[in-house]
C-alpha cells in the first residue's frame, strides 16, 4: 500500500508563488510515475502535470506550462510542484498520485493507484 501526503498549500496573491509537496511511503517510489491533478469547485479534477519515473520526462497541461515545474527527489520519496506567477484560476484543491511501474505519464486520474488527502491553493486577486 502507498500512502501519499500532500502539503504547502495556502493563500496566496496573484502573482506569487507556491511548493507542493507530496511525501510517499514505500521503498519503491524511485518506481512510481507521479501526477499532480486539482479540482475547482463546481469543476471536473484536472491533470495539472506528471513526471516518469524512468528518466524523469515530464508533461504539463496547456494552462500551466512556463509557470509550473514537478520535480522529484527519490531519495526523500517526495515529489514537488513549484507554482509560480500563480493566477485566480489556479485556486483548486491540489491532489498528488501514484502510478506504480507506469511507462507513460498518464493525464486521467482514473489511470493512477493512490491518491493523497489533496491541499488547498488559493490564489486572491
Known amino acids: 500500500q502507498v500512502q501519499l501526503v500532500e502539503s504547502g498549500g495556502g493563500l496566496v496573491q496573484a502573482g506569487g508563488s507556491l511548493r507542493l509537496s507530496c511525501a510517499a511511503s514505500?521503498?519503491?517510489?524511485?518506481?512510481?510515475?507521479m501526477g499532480w491533478f486539482r479540482q475547482a469547485p463546481g469543476k471536473e479534477r484536472e491533470f495539472v502535470a506528471g513526471?516518469?519515473?524512468?528518466?524523469?520526462?515530464?508533461h504539463y497541461a496547456d494552462s500551466v506550462k512556463g509557470r509550473f515545474t514537478i520535480s522529484r527527489d527519490n531519495a526523500k520519496n517526495t515529489v514537488y510542484l513549484q507554482m509560480n506567477s500563480l493566477k485566480f484560476e489556479d485556486t483548486a484543491v491540489y491532489y498528488c498520485?501514484?502510478?506504480?511501474?507506469?511507462?507513460?505519464?498518464?493525464?486521467?486520474?482514473?489511470?493512477?493507484?493512490?491518491w493523497g488527502q489533496g491541499t488547498q491553493v488559493t490564489v486572491s486577486s
Open positions: 514505500g521503498r519503491t517510489f524511485s518506481t512510481y510515475t
Open positions: 513526471i516518469r519515473w524512468r528518466g524523469g520526462i515530464t
Open positions: 498520485a501514484a502510478d506504480p511501474w507506469s511507462t507513460v505519464v498518464h493525464i486521467t486520474g482514473d489511470e493512477y493507484d493512490y
